[in-house]
């Protein structure tokens, strides 16, 4: 199986390199994922999975302390199934918290607290005239507990997540999916961001 994520977080702040009290983060995420699976039987390779997506998050977060954001994103997520010929397509909001801790010289760990709420629809093409279609709901609980910032410069920043853990809830019509999970690298993305 091949998996190719791409996710870029753009975010914006103070002139300072940690945030300051009373001051507006505005910035976004983008991600695409691929992921192709073959198996081979008797020298005949065959696809058993082959999905694309793509999710853009804009967000706004704010200073209320040195250390303490509130804020969320909204967004949209689209994902699609080539082999089951089907595609999903999503509206998500979520309010986050952020705490920021300085672990050294322009370095810092900044773990957010989530809750995350989706809709949106599944379709499913069985032929051409024929498809089957289904409400979707989502709701996520949990913490990034593993998201670091470097301060390149006084206005430039890269960061990265690499973790996890929360509950995730799923109702596609009337089949429901629960899970909770503490997960590495699952929701990992490197982002760079330019305060002002």
């Avoid at 009373?22 to 994922?33: H, K, L, P, Q």
């Avoid at 065959?46 to 302390?65: A, C």
């Amino acid at each position: 199986m091949k998996k190719i994520i791409l996710a870029v977080a753009l975010c914006a702040a103070s002139t300072f390199t940690f945030a300051q009290q009373g001051v507006m983060e505005i910035g976004g995420s983008f991600g695409i994922t691929t992921d192709k699976e073959e198996v081979k039987d008797d020298d005949v390779t065959r696809t058993t999975e082959e999905t694309f997506g793509f999710s853009i998050m804009p967000s706004l977060m704010y200073y209320m302390t040195d250390n303490l954001a509130i804020g969320g994103h909204i967004g949209f997520n689209y994902d699609k199934d080539k082999v089951n010929d089907s595609k999903e397509t999503t509206f998500n909001i979520m309010p986050t918290i952020r705490y920021k801790k300085e672990l050294g010289a322009n370095f810092s760990w900044a773990p957010e607290f989530y809750i995350g709420l989706g809709f949106g629809n599944s379709t499913q093409d069985i032929d051409e005239d024929t498809s089957i279609d289904e409400s979707i709901f989502d709701m996520n609980v949990g913490i990034h507990f593993a998201r670091f910032e470097y301060a390149v410069s006084d206005k430039w920043v890269l960061s990265a997540n690499f973790g996890k853990f929360g509950y995730d809830y799923r109702k596609v019509e009337d089949n429901k999916n629960n899970s909770f999970a503490l997960t590495l690298f699952e929701d990992s993305y490197v982002g760079i961001a330019y305060r002002f």
